[in-house]
């Protein structure tokens, strides 16, 4: 394989790991802001491999535009299961102190 096949080839496999996060993308659930995450972890992880691929050599047309879009969708998918987490522990937690709050009422 050629470097520029190995950075198209990682290039696409990061692109295909954010379609699953944004398919897996639901900020109601805890699993699937857990399924997102991995997703994206995957993503990251093929976006680095291309970056170091592309610094060995010459890029493919396109491959640095591409590389850009994959680094902004990332960040910004990873953004939003950060929030949603956070959210999913706050409300649990805030669960959790309701429950205490009452038992600690009704003795």
Request: aromatic share 2%; hydrophobic share 45%; charged share 30%.
């Amino acid at each position: 394989m050629t470097p520029k096949g190995g950075l198209l080839d990682r290039i696409a496999r990061a692109e295909a790991a954010v379609e699953r996060a944004r398919r897996s993308w639901n900020p109601t659930k805890a699993s699937a802001c857990g399924e997102c995450a991995d997703a994206l972890r995957e993503a990251i992880e093929e976006m680095e491999a291309g970056c170091e691929a592309a610094a060995k050599g010459p890029a493919a047309a396109g491959a640095h535009a591409r590389l850009k879009q994959l680094r902004a969708d990332v960040n910004s998918l990873a953004r939003l299961v950060d929030a949603a987490m956070a959210f999913n522990r706050g409300l649990a937690l805030h669960s959790v102190e309701e429950q205490l709050t009452r038992s600690e009422v009704e003795g």
